[in-house]
């Protein structure tokens, strides 16, 4: 630790009180029983970050080692994040079958294209690959969250306000370490000095804010469940073609009513 | 290398604001309930008024007012014939949103929904969108002329009529689909 800034010790110290608070929030108001993924993960980062503790203690902060055994528990906490997500995101879509097979299309479709660019720029930069792989990750997640978010406003989903914190709170972070890694590059190549520091600072203190975030939203419990009733399937198949022909009716409307504009002298 | 940075920063940026609009509530939406009352409307469409907001701006007026009429009150027609323009446009934009809330309404509350209808509506909205915003500033701006609404009588007139009678036969056959849901699903839904 001795090679350690002090004053990312201090986020430390603080971001670990901030998680050992959502755990016990997340146990203490009973938000485990829904969200067992989401507690995994909780836990899961704290455990890592005792790991890292003790890596940086004994082979120190700097040492290829610690940055080693880093990048090996980097994708165990990223599986962790990705399961979490997508247990929130299927309580979301839980009651709405047609709209969760949908937003499953549509991230698989938004990730597919991610990951294919993420694997290309990683292979023509091998030297940052593993730090290119990781915003390639990050990028992914946060695409395919923002795009279950927009379907969940687009078909009025109800969302309860601490799923949205949760999952606001992952789609800021991973914002975070998309920019961030971005800048480390950029920075380390120009020889900014002290670039892994600046680095560490900007994840810390986001990480910091969203798990304050999360603690002030796990306070509060969940809403009852809603669950709506379905209509049957033959309503969607008899009815949305219907709709769409008369939307397009309305928008020739508009066409007509343009093109007279546009033809007029 | 401060390309990337650019790039990368504005998809941060773009994903953050898409963050930030998609969990703003939006209105009563965000409720524990859908709100299910529009699907029972079976109030007039608005394109039905189409033979009232073609007399209004009949050209016959203009040039009328035009030759016996002071300048002032000419000038003071045009405005209210665009007023009147502007008003029809955003209720035909009303009726519009009324179908997408509908459809939206009915897809959400189905075991399965199609990728193709969804998203041939989110190219229509867009479609619409754009043609409402265009036409708008054109009349608005006093770059388009007020058009002959009398060329598009036959049109709209035809889809008023389909339009009146599929939108109450659309909600009312939603609105039974949610009744025979709820009888049968043992769970009642909001239709207040």
Redesign the interface.
């Known amino acids: 630790m001795a090679t350690m800034p002090p004053l990312l010790v201090l986020l430390w110290v603080i971001s670990g009180i901030v998680q050992l608070s959502v755990l016990f929030l997340v146990f203490a108001k009973h938000h485990f029983r829904a969200l067992p993924l989401f507690t995994i993960y909780v836990a899961f980062n704290l455990c890592q970050a005792a790991f890292l503790l003790f890596v940086y203690t004994h082979f120190g902060f700097l040492s290829p080692a610690a940055r080693q055994m880093y990048w090996i528990s980097e994708p165990l906490a990223l599986t962790a994040q990705a399961l979490a997500a997508t247990e929130l995101l299927y309580l979301l879509f839980r009651h709405y079958p047609g709209i969760w097979a949908l937003t499953w299309r549509l991230v698989a479709a938004a990730s597919t294209i991610v990951i294919a660019y993420a694997a290309a720029s990683a292979r023509t930069q091998p030297t940052w690959s593993l730090l290119i792989a990781n915003r390639g990750y990050h990028l992914t997640f946060a695409v395919a969250l923002v795009c279950s978010l927009l379907l969940v406003r687009s078909y009025a989903i109800p969302v309860d306000p601490v799923y949205k914190a949760l999952l606001g709170g992952f789609c800021v972070f991973s914002c975070t370490v998309v920019a961030a890694n971005t800048l480390l590059e950029v920075l380390f190549l120009s020889r900014f000095p002290k670039s892994g520091e600046i680095w560490n600072y900007i994840e810390m203190v986001v990480f910091i804010g969203v798990q304050m975030a999360w603690a002030a939203a796990l306070r509060h419990p969940v809403a009852a469940d809603y669950k709506p009733a379905l209509f049957p399937p033959s309503t969607y198949e008899r009815m949305s073609p219907e709709v769409n022909s008369r939307l397009r009716a309305l928008n020739d409307v508009l066409s007509k009513f343009l093109r007279l504009q546009v033809l007029r002298p | 290398?401060?390309a990337?940075?650019v790039i990368?920063?504005s998809?941060?940026a773009v994903?953050?604001l898409?963050?930030v609009?998609?969990?703003r509530a939006?209105g009563k939406?965000?409720?524990?309930?859908?709100d299910l009352a529009s699907l029972e409307e079976s109030g007039r469409r608005h394109?039905t008024y189409f033979a009232l907001i073609r007399q209004a701006s009949s050209p016959a007026d203009m040039e009328f007012l035009a030759r016996r009429g002071s300048r002032q009150i000419a000038v003071r027609v045009r405005r209210e014939r665009r007023r009147v323009a502007l008003v029809y446009l955003s209720q035909?934009r009303d009726?519009?949103k009324r179908?997408?809330r509908?459809?939206?309404?009915?897809?959400?509350?189905?075991?399965?929904?199609?990728?193709r209808?969804?998203l041939?509506?989110l190219w229509?909205?867009w479609?619409?969108s754009c043609?409402?915003h265009?036409?708008r500033a054109?009349i608005y701006n006093g770059l388009?002329?007020i058009?002959?609404l009398g060329?598009?009588s036959h049109?709209?007139s035809q889809?008023a009529v389909?339009?009146e009678n599929?939108?109450k036969e659309?909600g009312e056959?939603?609105a039974m689909?949610?009744r025979?849901?709820?009888t049968?699903?043992g769970?009642?839904?909001d239709v207040a």
């Open positions: 290398m401060t990337t940075l990368f920063f998809i941060a994903l953050l898409l963050l609009w998609s969990l939006p939406s965000s409720g524990a309930k859908f394109a035909l009726d519009f179908l997408l509908l459809a939206r309404a009915v897809a959400a509350l189905s075991p399965a929904v199609g990728s209808q969804e041939e509506r229509l909205s479609q619409f043609r409402y265009l036409i054109g388009l002329p058009p002959q060329s598009l049109v709209v889809l389909q339009m599929s939108m659309l056959r939603a689909a949610v025979m849901a709820s049968l699903d769970n009642g839904v």
